[in-house]
């Protein structure tokens, strides 16, 4: 919603922008999750959380979760819980 409305400029001090930075394609993936699951931002993030922290061992840290998402959003391959995060479901 910021973004939204203000663009980049309410983030432009650094520890805003470095946390912004930190969590960026993870807020997106739960957006985008969450419209094609049909659920709510929360129980979308309530997956991801579970996921992150059942099914990777030793669990992945939401900076490495971040990063991978950010490489998968780069490379423009298919989502990390497949096609239309249907694997989500799981959790």
Sequence with gaps: ????????????????????????????????????LGISP????????????????PSISLRNLNDTLSAIAKAQTAPLWGDRHVDLLRY
């Design 1 to 36: 919603m910021l973004d939204e409305q203000y663009n980049s400029q309410w983030r432009r001090e650094g520890t805003i922008k470095k946390f912004y930075g930190r969590r960026k394609f993870i807020w997106q993936e739960v957006i985008a999750t969450s419209v094609d």
């Design 42 to 57: 929360e129980q979308t993030a309530e997956k991801i959380d579970r996921w992150r922290i059942t099914e990777r061992k």
